[in-house]
């Protein structure tokens, strides 16, 4: 599972939209290391609301479908860690992200090595959802927690019952776009010292994510 702007966005202008290409998994990547190997998608599914409209924040989401390796093996087999998948479950679980930015916006971090796209980077807490307002209306269903993931963290996952010791838990989103809160809970669009930053990702759900998956299994 990955954003729906990872495999179906604009160009750098904000025009003329087309699939992605080229599309690498690597799972377990750090420091340039591929301890499981890299598996090429052979087929990308975007919600079609999203590929029609891609200011509809709620529909940014995803799934690949992965060839064997070299070597004829599945990715779930080689990491032996695939993750199941929650549809329909409240976003006010807490949560944990995982992702791999390029940068972050929190003087001192910036520059940290999993603030370069090299190692994976998590972020926890109790998720709010992203309230909008007149100015900037939000659909309902985007939810994230405190995280100073920039650049290059879309498509990480958000997982609920998360375990550090097994490495397990339940995808209940996927990261998509970073806002800031006031401590109310009210968007901050002056960014003043009570406002805080969170990740925000749509929720997944029966209406969108369930048969957006289905197509992608069968595929």
Not at 23 to 28: A, M, R, T
Not at 38 to 56: G, L, N, S
Request: with cysteine; hydrophobic share 35%.
């Amino acid at each position: 599972m990955t954003g729906g702007h990872c495999v179906h966005t604009m160009d750098l202008i904000g025009n003329d939209p087309q699939w992605t290409d080229k599309l690498l998994f690597v799972p377990g990547f750090r420091d340039n290391t591929r301890p499981y190997g890299e598996f090429v998608a052979r087929a990308a599914f975007a919600d079609t609301t999203w590929v029609t409209d891609d200011q509809q924040s709620g529909h940014d989401q995803a799934f690949l479908v992965l060839n064997p390796d070299g070597h004829g093996r599945r990715a779930a087999d080689v990491t032996q860690a695939a993750q199941p998948l929650g549809v329909g479950l409240p976003g006010t679980l807490p949560a944990q992200e995982f992702g791999y930015p390029r940068a972050a916006k929190t003087p001192g971090h910036q520059g940290r090595p999993e603030f370069t796209g090299q190692r994976v980077a998590h972020c926890w807490g109790a998720p709010k959802e992203n309230p909008g307002n007149a100015d900037v209306p939000m659909p309902r269903g985007q939810w994230g927690v405190p995280c100073d993931m920039g650049g290059g963290a879309s498509g990480g996952p958000r997982l609920t019952a998360f375990s550090g010791t097994t490495g397990y838990g339940v995808v209940v989103g996927v990261d998509t776009e970073a806002w800031y809160l006031h401590a109310d809970g009210s968007l901050c669009l002056d960014q003043t010292p009570d406002c805080t930053r969170y990740l925000f990702g749509p929720q997944f759900t029966t209406a969108v994510t369930q048969p957006l998956y289905q197509r992608a299994a069968a595929a």
